[in-house]
């Protein structure tokens, strides 16, 4: 069975950082597109970062752009999100996702991916 388990989220003041991890069991660690998304109380959920396994160029909504960075360790079948200089606005719950197996690319809407981890919170305070 497949199971994504998040962790490293947390409280941290504005302008500094958190690694968000995302570790993997059950499955194929490859050829699937991974992201991470969130959501803000009130709020739709949204996409933040996607990158395919294997391939070179991550996209990143541009609320995050220069302060985000998706990467993967496949020996840990791990995902992480590097989240700097925070701000107020951060504030969520991260989710992160895999895709279907060699889909050869990420599509950025929530109905894409087959997998979901349970979510961790992120607060960032002004």
């Known amino acids: 069975q497949v199971q994504l388990v998040e962790s490293g989220g947390g409280s941290v003041q504005a302008g500094g950082s958190l690694r968000l991890s995302c570790a993997a069991s059950g499955y194929t660690f490859s050829n699937r597109c991974m992201g991470w998304f969130r959501q803000a109380p009130g709020t739709e959920r949204e996409g933040v970062a996607f990158?395919?396994?294997?391939?070179?160029?991550?996209y990143y909504a541009e609320s995050v752009k220069g302060r985000f960075t998706i990467s993967q360790d496949n020996p840990k079948k791990t995902i992480y999100l590097q989240m700097n200089s925070l701000k107020p606005e951060d504030t969520a719950i991260y989710y992160c996702?895999?895709?279907?197996?060699?889909?050869?690319?990420?599509?950025?809407?929530?109905?894409?991916?087959?997998?979901w981890g349970q979510g961790t919170q992120v607060t960032v305070s002004s």
């Open positions: 996702a895999l895709g279907p197996l060699y889909s050869g690319t990420c599509r950025y809407s929530q109905s894409f991916f087959s997998y």
């Open positions: 990158k395919y396994m294997g391939g070179d160029t991550p």
